[in-house]
């Protein structure tokens, strides 16, 4: 692997493979919000997921369905994104292996159409694939005698304790370009910004 001069973030084989590099762009600015929940007492302060308590900024996996943050433990805010891309259909030509990084996970797997020159055979290039997380607030106590209130709409996204309004986009360093696109319900979405590879051609 060799560095991207088209793309400071990426790497490439250096049997001369196309790569299709990510446009930087967006902000990371953090836009305070009156939605947020109540603050929590100092001893309260811990984000709470099936009945377990994480500190600020920690982390966790929910078998091979979710990755979770603590990301606002005095508001009991965390994020959870889907742990594995979603693939509904198999690009013709292409397979489905193991993900590398992650056991848990398939990657759709596709040859290079055409080796360069210099290669002695296709290097398979996984697709990019984003992903996509949620806010999860804290639920709301109920009241004895008193209907179970109703989950309030979230209004703004977060990711990696950054907090994000509609539409808004941000980047993650190198690694993936990020959009608020639903903050009603604090959904966003990261597609990948460089590409990856496996089987690579021998050095």
């Not at 692997?1 to 299709?20: E, R």
């Not at 966790?60 to 594995?84: A, F, P």
């Not at 292409?94 to 360069?116: F, G």
Request: proline share 14%.
């Amino acid at each position: 692997m060799v560095n991207d001069f088209a793309n400071p973030c990426c790497k490439k084989p250096d049997c001369t493979i196309s790569a299709h590099p990510g446009v930087i762009q967006g902000t990371g600015t953090t836009t305070p919000n009156p939605a947020l929940p109540q603050t929590l007492p100092p001893k309260q302060q811990y984000c709470v997921y099936k009945n377990a308590q994480y500190l600020q900024g920690q982390t966790w996996e929910d078998g091979c369905s979710y990755k979770c943050r603590c990301d606002d433990s005095s508001h009991g805010i965390y994020t959870c994104n889907q742990r594995c891309p979603t693939v509904t259909s198999v690009t013709p030509g292409c397979t489905m292996k193991t993900d590398p990084r992650d056991s848990c996970c398939l990657v759709e797997v596709c040859p290079q159409p055409t080796p360069a020159p210099s290669q002695t055979k296709p290097v398979p290039t996984i697709q990019p694939i984003p992903f996509t997380g949620k806010v999860n607030l804290p639920t709301p106590s109920s009241v004895p005698g008193q209907p179970a209130p109703s989950p309030k709409p979230v209004g703004f996204c977060v990711y990696k304790s950054v907090t994000y309004m509609q539409g808004q986009k941000w980047d993650d360093g190198c690694d993936y370009a990020c959009t608020c696109y639903d903050a009603e319900h604090g959904r966003y979405k990261c597609d990948p910004k460089c590409p990856r590879y496996m089987d690579l051609c021998d050095m």
